[in-house]
């Protein structure tokens, strides 16, 4: 194809692209039916991944729940019986150590089945400035809330490319898109994340496996009890998220094949302003709002969780 022509096609399809956009945010898409699909979320046993594990039980889906916690799990498979899951199996498993990942995969497939809808939402969080951060806890830090993401999509997405149908889910952060004091860690394990998550978007495309979706999700701080402590400046225009709200829009997102969720809204806006102004502007904007110095009153969840 010669250069006129390829030109004229990419901008047909640019612009029809960008007025597909603007249509979806007036009239949404249909949603997905997820109803048998098979499920997996890593850290269901508490907060979003229990809410996410609750949600699509009621829709119909087979749910298979994660954990390093027998406790949270065993609460977990009650609540999504209660809401109607027909088939729900929990499995103990630390998403910090890959040859776990891949022995309870296996488990998994041989008595569930191929998993249709990956959740990559274990997380952890230090809290403490990058240099009192001791080493273990950062490795353990990269290893659950990016590592193990690696070794989730080798155990499930060769059967998804098979069949040429399935929906991989990053749980990921609005730390991924900025960085933040005393986030060094968090903020470097969710950008690795959110990149990870897109290469494979690209790889898909590549290989023409049109049935593979990816859902990057990217909100600001979650009310979980993960970020306890934390405040925001301003929480009419930052709020701290109900998990609630947060599960509805994350599945939302997956049945209407929503390559990115960004939670609240603003967070979209901030995003482009950060690509284009002066460094010192977005300080000003970030000191503004309250995130140059939001985790210093961070406490985190009590040791127990």
Known sequence: MNFFLETLKFIVLLIYYLLESLVFLVVPGRKKNVSGEIVLITGAGSGLGRLLAIKFASLGATVVLWDINQEGLNYTVKLARENGAGRVHSYICDCSKRQDIYRVADQVKKEVGDVSILINNAGIVIGKRFLDSPDPLIEKTMEVNTMAH????????????????????????????????????????????????????????????????????????????????????????????????????????????????????????????????????????????????????????????
């Open 150 to 305: 690696f070794w989730t999509y080798k155990a499930f997405l060769p059967a998804m490319i098979a069949a040429n149908h399935g929906h991989l889910v990053s749980i990921a952060s609005c730390a991924g898109l900025c960085g933040g004091s005393q986030a060094s860690d968090y903020c470097a394990s969710k950008f690795a994340a959110i990149g990870f998550a897109e290469s494979i978007d690209m790889e898909m495309k590549v290989l023409r496996k049109t049935g593979v979706k990816t859902t990057t999700v990217c909100p600001f701080f979650i009310n979980t009890g993960m970020f306890d402590g934390v405040k925001s400046k301003w929480p009419h225009v930052l709020p701290f998220l109900d998990p609630a709200y947060v599960a509805d829009r994350v599945i939302s997102a997956v049945r209407q094949n929503q390559e990115m969720l960004m939670i609240p809204r603003i967070i979209y806006f901030l995003f482009y302003l950060k690509t284009f102004l002066p460094v010192k502007a977005a300080v000003l904007i970030l000191d503004y709002l309250g995130c140059l110095d939001v985790m210093s009153t961070f406490k985190g969840r009590p040791k127990k969780e």
